[in-house]
T-cell receptor, first 110, second 112 residues
């Protein structure tokens, strides 16, 4: 089992709809979780991080964490074409390094 | 602040050649990382450093070496390049692992 798993997609969502991205992790002791966005040919940039069970909202983005089920998700409300990118889930391992999932490619259709 | 800078942006190597990918950060971060990203894949950790003089292997260290003589610089050395090392290489830094990692623009390497 991979340490961090994501559906590689592509995920296609109409403009204005909610995009839902999911990530599962294998290490039950993981504490901190990150969502990075990567545009084609560019470097990753942080969108959100979450440490506690429940929801964390930042503008159109909501991160959801369920430690009992070992999944973390990212919701993007009112999706815009500029949200089209690859979204990488990452989990801290051993307090010193991040483990990344393979990423989900999201396309927002006008 | 320039953030994290990487050179070169692009490079083509022949099999068996060697090269050094440069990474510099001006944020006085303790932690620095080297990742590789193959097409359509996530980031795989090659090596990391928690401070000057301290380095450790990541998930895919074979064929690479690193050093960290200063806080600012973390070069990645490829010895005897192989086609399997064709990838995009990202350097990143952070003040502590529970905060955001800042990424450089990447180096696109092709080994023919």
């Amino acid at each position: 089992q991979k340490e961090v798993e994501q559906n590689s997609g592509p995920l296609s969502v109409p403009e204005g709809a909610i995009a839902s991205l999911n990530c599962t992790y294998s290490d039950r002791g993981s504490q901190s979780f990150f969502w990075y966005r990567q545009y084609s040919g560019k470097s990753p940039e942080l969108i959100m991080f979450i440490y506690s069970n429940g929801d964390k909202e930042d503008g159109r983005f909501t991160a959801q964490l369920n430690k009992a089920s070992q999944y973390v998700s990212l919701l993007i409300r009112d999706s815009q074409p500029s949200d089209s990118a690859t979204y990488l889930c990452a989990v801290i391992q051993g307090a010193q390094k991040l483990v990344f999932g393979q990423g989900t490619r999201l396309t927002i259709n006008p | 602040n320039a953030g994290v800078t990487q050179t070169p942006k692009f490079r083509i190597l022949k099999i068996g050649q060697s090269m050094t990918l440069q990474c510099t950060q001006d944020m006085n971060h303790n932690y620095m990382y080297w990742y590789r990203q193959d097409p359509g894949m996530g980031l795989k950790l090659i090596y990391y450093s928690v401070g000057a003089g301290i380095t450790d292997k990541g998930e895919v260290p074979n064929g690479y070496n690193v050093s960290r003589s200063t806080t600012e610089d973390f070069p990645l050395r490829l010895e005897l390049a192989a086609p399997s090392q064709t990838s995009v290489y990202f350097c990143a830094s952070t003040q502590d692992t529970y905060n955001e990692q800042f990424f450089g623009p990447g180096t696109r390497l092709t080994v023919l």
